[in-house]
Structures are given as structure tokens and as C-alpha cells.
């Protein structure tokens, strides 16, 4: 792990005196990529609270122009910002934030063509995507190189979050064989929802990566907001998954575990 400069010291200092927290688990954090995709009302914030908790590189993904109506939740955005790649100024301003992590912003979606390459480049992934077939292939991949992901999402003003090891707990293919049609633009949005849900993503993250705390490991947190209702409910690996089941390709593979589960899992 890497070491801890004299400024990371004192940028961390109040984390790293939490009882259990300590200057291990924050070399940790920095010796870790994240990967974050959907860049937007609810990635956008949980690559934040990544950022100021110093993760030490984070890989950015999302296509597409900054729209006025993203405006009430991006809060990585600026008004002089709409109709350019919001991806691009989610790096400006996480750098101008904090200088001491890398970001590395991609423009583009996830893909089939680019996801391989993505989660290799990671040693655990949030995926925040605004629709199933991101999640889709971001679950795969995640569950073929046998990286953690952090899965979250929201609708309305609902959420839902739970945290995935390939081998250990379900995988997303698990929890919803058969996935909602989303309309991206077509639900309303109260940008402290996500703001909401994201902070408890990028929690679960830190958690993970430190061993500090306890994760959501087949467990699946749901919550209603409007009514402040917030339920854990015990999830299940399908032994005939065809993404992570007894039968699936990956099991038949030779890939070895990530860093961070050798690492940090063993505090689980």
C-alpha cells in the first residue's frame, strides 16, 4: 500500500480518528481504484464522497451533453456547463476538490465493446447507471474478473442498495431476473433522493475497500423516502443464475481474485 504524505495526513486527519478507521484503512483507500458509472445525480455524488474520503484514482463514465433539467441533482455541474459532457466536468471539479486523487474521465456509456477493459481497470466498481443494460454488462464483468460492486439505484422516491462479491453473494442477475423497463427522462426526480442514496453507496464502497463496518452482503436495502421507511431484506445467490450460477462461464475460469479481496474482504 502506498504511503500517506504529510497533506494527506491532515486532509484525513477527522476519518482517521475514528476508532477502528486508523492510518491503515486510509492507504488503503488510497491504493484503490474506484470505478463509477453513470456519472450523474447519483454517481456524480458518490464519486464525491469518494474523492473527499481519498480513494486514490477514479475512473468517470458517462456519455452524453449536460441538460438544464439534470440541474437540480448534478451537483458536480455548473449552469455555464449545459450541452457539454458532463463526464469531462465531473473530473474538473473533483480535482479542483481534492488535488491528491487522479480522475480519469471517460465519455462514453458502458458498453460490451469497453466494459472488460473498464472493470479491469478497477478494483471495485459503483454502478449508477440510468438504465438495466449498463447494469447488465457492468454485473457480468464485475462477476467474470471477480470485482466488487456496489449496486444502487432509485425511482421516484424510492431506492434501493445492496453490495455484490462475486462468489460470496448474489449478483444483480440474481436479484432481478427480469428487469423494469426505465425511461430515463421519464420519472420525476427530487435531487436529494439520489444525494441521498448516494452518499450510503459511496459508504458501502469505503467499507468494503477498508474493512471498516459492515457492508450490505446479501443484504438488500430498500427505502422509501417520502415516508422515511428504510427495510433490509436477506437476498439469495440463484444456483442457476446464468451470470454468476454453478454453471456459469466464470467458474470454469482461471482469473485470479482482485488485490482488494485478498486484501480488505478478509475483514469482513
Known amino acids: 500500500m502506498q504511503d500517506l504524505t504529510p497533506t494527506e495526513l491532515e486532509r484525513y ?3 482517521i480518528m475514528l476508532p477502528g478507521f486508523g492510518e491503515e484503512a486510509q492507504r ?3 491504493s ?3 470505478l463509477v458509472t453513470g456519472v450523474g445525480g447519483l454517481g456524480g455524488t458518490a464519486a464525491l464522497y469518494l474523492a473527499v474520503a481519498g480513494v486514490g484514482r477514479l475512473i468517470l463514465v458517462r456519455g452524453g451533453e449536460l441538460r438544464l433539467d439534470d440541474m437540480n441533482r448534478q451537483i458536480l455541474m455548473s449552469h455555464d456547463w449545459v450541452g457539454k459532457p458532463r463526464v469531462f466536468k465531473a473530473k474538473e471539479t473533483l480535482e479542483a476538490i481534492n488535488p491528491d486523487v487522479q480522475v480519469e474521465a471517460v ?3 458502458v458498453t460490451p465493446e469497453n466494459v472488460d477493459v473498464l472493470v479491469q481497470s478497477a478494483d471495485i466498481a459503483l454502478d449508477c447507471a440510468h438504465n438495466f443494460t449498463e447494469r447488465d454488462l457492468l454485473n457480468e464483468a464485475c462477476v467474470r474478473w471477480r470485482k466488487p460492486m456496489v449496486e444502487a439505484a432509485m425511482d421516484g422516491m424510492e431506492a434501493y442498495l445492496t453490495t455484490i462479491v462475486p462468489g460470496q453473494t448474489p449478483c444483480l442477475s440474481c436479484l432481478f431476473p427480469e428487469k423494469p423497463d426505465w425511461d430515463n427522462h421519464g420519472f420525476g426526480v427530487l435531487g436529494a433522493v439520489p444525494g441521498t442514496l448516494a452518499c450510503l453507496a459511496a459508504l458501502e ?3 468494503l475497500i477498508t474493512g471498516f463496518g459492515t457492508p450490505l452482503l446479501s443484504q ?3 427505502m422509501d423516502l417520502a415516508r422515511m421507511e428504510f427495510a433490509k431484506r436477506r437476498s439469495h445467490r440463484d444456483s442457476d443464475c446464468p451470470v454468476c450460477g454453478n454453471n456459469a462461464p466464470w467458474r470454469r475460469s482461471h482469473l485470479t ?11 469482513l
Open 13 to 15: 486527519r477527522r476519518q
Open 28 to 30: 488503503r483507500l488510497k
Open 32 to 34: 484503490v481504484t474506484a
Open 107 to 109: 465519455f462514453d456509456y
Open 205 to 207: 464502497a469505503i467499507k
Open 220 to 222: 438488500l436495502m430498500t
Open 257 to 267: 481474485s482482485s488485490p482488494l479481496s485478498s486484501d480488505a474482504w478478509r475483514s
